[in-house]
T-cell receptor, first 116, second 113 residues
Framework: EAQVTQNPRYLITVTGKKLTVTCSQNMNHEYMSWYRQDPGLGLRQIYYSMNVEVTDKGDVPEGYKVSRKEKRNFPLILESPSPNQTSLYFCASIVSISGLLTDTQYFGPGTRLTVL | AQSVTQLGSHVSVSEGALVLLRCNYSSSVPPYLFWYVQYPNQGLQLLLKYTSAATLVKGINGFEAEFKKSETSFHLTKPSAHMSDAAEYFC???????????FGAGTRLFVKA
């Protein structure tokens, strides 16, 4: 079954304690992306990756890091989480052809993060 | 720069009534346009997408949307609402050749019995 998985699904942590949210897809998609969802703001893109070792900032990258060492995985790293990073996070993947976004984004189930 | 505006953060309709969720976009290049639905405690699911083919796009669950370039709109409609349509709906735009997707703020649809 084609899917995007995220772990953990729920996380409560404290300010400054480094954390990683994992994202994995089994569809061999080149493109992956991270979003955060906040009430009244919709989804905002944090980082995206066009392929292995190729990443770029989205609209709200401050306070986040990503890496893309393997095609299937795209972890989101919060080196020093702060309360304003409390949010619902979604990972997504999509196939690109010749550099064009041509298909549907497949979203993971979401990770609800609370930073105290 | 691209942007998406969804008119109305909440829309309430009666079961069996027409559903109309409004979306206006701005884009300097011909856009890809999408509607996604999010049910409680779930991720986003694609309803339909416009990618420069037919301007009237049919999606899943009886939804459709019409791309109107002159109005820069991509409104989502369904002729007859069902209780199971209650969810949050997001309009999104992405430019060809790019990898950045911009989402609207979302519209929560309530369906009254």
């Amino acid at each position: 079954e084609a899917q995007v998985t995220q772990n953990p699904r729920y996380l409560i942590t404290v300010t400054g304690k480094k954390l990683t949210v994992t994202c994995s897809q089994n569809m061999n998609h080149e493109y992956m992306s991270w979003y955060r969802q906040d009430p009244g703001l919709g989804l905002r893109q944090i980082y995206y990756s066009m392929n292995v070792e190729v990443t770029d900032k989205g609209d709200v990258p401050e306070g986040y890091k990503v890496s893309r060492k393997e095609k299937r995985n795209f972890p989101l790293i919060l080196e020093s989480p702060s309360p304003n990073q409390t949010s619902l996070y979604f990972c997504a993947s999509i196939v690109s052809i010749s550099g064009l976004l041509t298909d549907t984004q497949y979203f993971g189930p979401g990770t609800r993060l609370t930073v105290l | 720069a691209q942007s998406v505006t969804q008119l109305g953060s909440h829309v309430s309709v009666s079961e069996g009534a027409l559903v109309l969720l409004r979306c206006n976009y701005s884009s300097s290049v011909p856009p890809y346009l999408f509607w996604y639905v999010q049910y409680p405690n779930q991720g986003l699911q694609l309803l339909l997408k416009y990618t420069s083919a037919a301007t009237l796009v049919k999606g899943i669950n009886g939804f459709e949307a019409e791309f109107k370039k002159s109005e820069t709109s991509f409104h989502l409609t369904k002729p007859s609402a069902h209780m199971s349509d209650a969810a949050e709906y997001f309009c999104a735009v992405s430019n060809t050749g790019g990898f950045k997707t911009i989402f609207g703020a979302g519209t929560r649809l309530f369906v009254k019995a």
